[in-house]
């Protein structure tokens, strides 16, 4: 079985630009999770999707959004990005109560 | 709230030493799950394991043992006769399904076995 993959795996962008980040789950998963990681803040939760459905919201601001297709693959999108938002983010397909991550995209924004 | 601490921020041992780390977590739920994760320099979390809270029982994953204690609500890791590519940032972790059912992560205990 292919593990998740996320796209693309590096990215610079600069500030205020907005930037799309996708993830593909293991095949048959349906939920997915997305995660920031910083060395200040360590691994934080963004959102999960199941089906399509926001299931669950971290502590983002606005700017931060994202969306689940049919095939079960998510999409996140920061707005107006800010030097801050310079992390990676993870994303990570769940079965039950395990949960597999992807590689993730580290974005640097300047 | 729920919350996993990591108290442990970094630790250095010499390969083929013993080395445990810790996390302690808190709950209101009496149904949770904890887990442990590896993220090695490649950056991917690896999982390792998951218990529930109604499993007390210690699980060992040949030199990967486990913990578990309700009585101080501790989820504590150990690896035996550690080697080199166990360097790596480690995460415990709390889920309630019950409640929010998000998997919320400690602060991650950076490993480096020193050859």
């Known amino acids: 079985k292919a593990g998740v993959t996320q796209t693309p795996r590096y990215l610079i962008k600069t500030r205020g630009q907005q930037v799309t980040l996708s993830c593909s789950p293991i095949s048959g998963h349906r939920s997915v999770s997305w995660y920031q990681q910083t060395p200040g803040q360590g691994l934080q939760f963004l959102f999960e999707y199941f089906s399509e459905t926001q299931r669950n919201k971290g502590n983002f601001p606005g700017r931060f959004s994202g969306r689940q297709f049919s095939n079960s693959r998510s999409e996140m999108n920061v707005s107006t990005l800010e030097l801050g938002d310079s992390a990676l983010y993870l994303c990570?397909?769940?079965?039950?109560?395990?949960?597999?991550f992807g590689p993730g995209t580290r974005l640097t924004v300047t | 709230a729920q919350k996993v601490t990591q108290a442990q921020t970094e630790i250095s041992v010499v390969e083929k030493e013993d080395v445990t780390l810790d996390c302690v977590y808190e709950t209101r739920d009496t149904t949770y799950y904890l887990f442990w994760y590896k993220q090695p320099p490649s950056g991917e979390l690896v999982f390792l394991i998951r218990?529930?809270?109604?499993?007390?029982q210690n699980e060992i994953s040949g030199r990967y043992s486990w913990n578990f204690q309700k009585s101080t609500s501790s989820f504590n890791f150990t690896i035996t006769a550690s080697q080199v590519v166990d360097s790596a940032v480690y995460f415990c972790a709390l889920s309630e399904p019950n409640r929010d059912d998000k998997i919320i992560f400690g602060k991650g205990t950076r490993l480096h076995i020193l050859p």
């Open positions: 990570a397909s769940r079965q039950d109560y395990e949960q597999y």
């Open positions: 218990r529930n809270s109604f499993d007390e």
